[in-house]
């Protein structure tokens, strides 16, 4: 999940995210949220994990950067950042929504997909058709560009190889 959010973020933000999640738990354990009566990151945490899981304990899992985050990390995140999450799970015809995590600013629509035979469940990052039409568009103009490069170093090679 951090990896398909970080994708909608700036780099130095995408690769400070574990951190200022783990910074906002530990700092935030037993802090009730604004308009949020009674949430703090510990119930929170114990809801979704469903057992009691030390402060000292998740803040390591989130700072190691083998971990995948899930629904926790994206309330967390939401609070942080200001943004929200519509996530939605492939319902066979259609996409059912799924969650809704955060109430202002930019909105981020991810689809969680269930345990597969290649991997664990996980969240991509579901962009608009336009925003995909124009994704493809700039890695076909940087294949071209890639490709446009390489016969360039190839012709320089053989004119060097050619010249006496």
């Given amino acids: 999940m951090f990896y398909c959010v970080q994708q909608s973020m700036a780099p130095e933000e995408g ?6 999640i783990a910074c906002f738990a ?3 354990w037993l802090t009730e949220w604004p308009g949020e009566a009674g949430v703090t990151v510990e119930k929170l945490v114990h809801l979704v994990t469903r057992s009691t899981v030390a402060r000292e304990e998740y803040v390591r899992m989130v700072r190691d950067p083998d971990t995948y985050g899930g629904e926790i990390e994206l309330v967390l995140i939401s609070h942080l950042r200001e ?7 492939d319902a066979g015809d ?3 929504e799924y969650a809704h995590y955060g109430c202002c600013g930019e909105l981020l629509r991810l689809v ?3 345990r597969t ?3 664990g469940p996980h969240y991509d990052l579901l962009l608009p058709k336009e ?3 124009k994704e493809r568009e700039l890695i076909e103009e940087d294949r071209r560009r ?13 004119k060097k190889q050619a010249d006496p």
């Fill in 15 to 20: 690769s400070q995210l574990m951190h200022a």
């Fill in 26 to 28: 530990d700092a935030n």
């Fill in 83 to 89: 943004v929200q999450f519509r996530v939605f799970r």
């Fill in 94 to 96: 259609t996409w059912d």
């Fill in 112 to 114: 969680y997909r269930p």
């Fill in 117 to 119: 035979e290649k991997c």
């Fill in 131 to 133: 925003a995909w039409a």
């Fill in 146 to 158: 890639i490709a446009s490069a390489e016969r360039g170093k190839e012709r320089e090679s053989l």
